[in-house]
Nanobody, 124 residues
Framework: QVQLVESGGGMVQAGGSLRLSCAASGGTFSDYNMGWFRQAPGKEDEFVAHIRWNSEMTTYADSVKGRFTISRDNAKNTVWLQMNSLKPEDTAVYYC?????????????????WGQGTQVTVSS
């Protein structure tokens, strides 16, 4: 089972950028599709972005499309989320998650593994 550790969160002003990283260990990274989710206080987790194991396809939530970019490097066992033009409503704990390619998963709990999360706070 893969283990995931996120980093790169922090506090930024609206309009700023952050780059989140997620390092994988304990498994074969290229065996997994990867996703990013976020959870704001008092809200359910929300899908943010997804990338296939071979980077051939990416998908985004409408709320982040055109501002966020997901990418991965299987040689480095790492997936990133580049976040530009940040808004206060992007404030949340961000989680990366791994899922086997043959599984259908739309919620964080349906993924095979996820990290401890990293806090992103965007001030207005």
């Amino acid at each position: 089972q893969v283990q995931l550790v996120e980093s790169g969160g922090g506090m930024v002003q609206a309009g700023g950028s952050l780059r989140l990283s997620c390092a994988a260990s304990g498994g074969t990274f290229s065996d997994y599709n990867m996703g990013w989710f976020r959870q704001a206080p008092g809200k359910e987790d929300e899908f943010v972005a997804h990338i296939r194991w071979n980077s051939e396809m990416t998908t985004y939530a409408d709320s982040v499309k055109g501002r966020f970019t997901i990418s991965r490097d299987n040689a480095k066992n790492t997936v990133w989320l580049q976040m530009n033009s940040l808004k206060p409503e992007d404030t949340a704990v961000y989680y990366c998650a791994a899922v086997r390619p043959w599984k259908t998963a739309t919620k964080l709990s349906e993924y095979d593994a996820w990290g401890q999360g990293t806090q992103v706070t965007v001030s207005s």
